[in-house]
């Protein structure tokens, strides 16, 4: 699975947009984009997923680069509960294997 | 509503003492399952790969004789952590494996405390 690299720490006001980048530059083309995030003493929380077009649910937006070497993960409106590690992970299409995780970013949602 | 459930959430007791700890898939059958542990301020770190119907595949590092894996059914997966030492308190935490290209669901981890 590709290695990814997350900045280790953010802020980001109440009621702002949180942008979260996330870089995959040897990503390969049967390999996904999984972003998790983790709350204090819980176990990860899947958030959302992509291979190559932009995916939206009702907790985030991803926006994967056209080249797919970088992707962003966008909390549209951050609460205070929204303060996690948020982990961008790679993995192949189909792969039943475990998932790697890496640093992570910790998002500090202020009010 | 949640996809894995996982039991105890907190487990305090003496040295020497086992324990067992539950990981069930409520939505789907799981041929597998993992085990990760995570250390304060650190990252999930994978322990071992639950496989329905035989042996656990352990990572290096990983005692199998010390970290018990058994993998009866589709839906459950139980960890025991025999004769347990404040060494082994850890937060453990259990995921099921997705089909296809659908995400891995985790539990809400078990806070693991011997005294």
């Known amino acids: 699975d590709a290695k990814t690299t997350q900045p280790p720490s953010m802020d980001c006001a109440e009621g702002r947009a949180a942008n979260l980048p996330c870089n995959h530059s040897?990503?390969?083309?049967?390999?996904?984009v999984y972003w998790y995030r983790q709350i204090h003493s819980q176990g990860p929380q899947y958030i959302i997923h992509g291979l190559k077009n932009n995916e939206t649910n009702e907790m985030a937006s991803l926006i994967i680069t056209e080249d797919r070497k970088s992707s962003t993960l966008i909390l549209p409106h951050a609460t205070l509960r929204d303060t996690a590690v948020y982990y961008c992970?790679?993995?192949?299409?189909?792969?039943?294997?475990?998932?790697?995780f890496g640093k992570g970013t910790k998002l500090s949602v202020k009010p | 509503g949640a996809v894995v459930s996982q039991h105890p959430s907190r487990v305090i007791c003496k040295s020497g003492t086992s324990v067992k700890i539950e990981c069930r898939s409520l939505?789907?059958?799981?041929?597998?399952m993992f085990w990760y542990r995570q250390f304060p301020k650190k990252s999930l770190m994978l322990m071992a790969t639950s496989n329905e119907g035989s042996k656990a595949t352990y990572e290096q590092g990983v005692e199998k004789d010390k970290f018990l894996i058994n993998h009866a059914s589709l839906t459950l997966s139980t960890l025991t952590v025999t004769s347990a030492h404040p060494e082994d308190s850890s937060f453990y935490i259990c995921?099921?494996?997705?089909?296809?290209?659908?995400?891995?669901?985790f539990g809400d981890g078990t806070r693991l405390s011997i005294l």
């Open positions: 992970i790679v993995r192949a299409g189909g792969s039943q294997g475990n998932l790697i």
């Open positions: 995921s099921v494996s997705g089909v296809g290209n659908q995400p891995q669901h």
């Open positions: 040897t990503i390969s083309g049967n390999e996904y």
């Open positions: 939505d789907f059958q799981a041929t597998t």
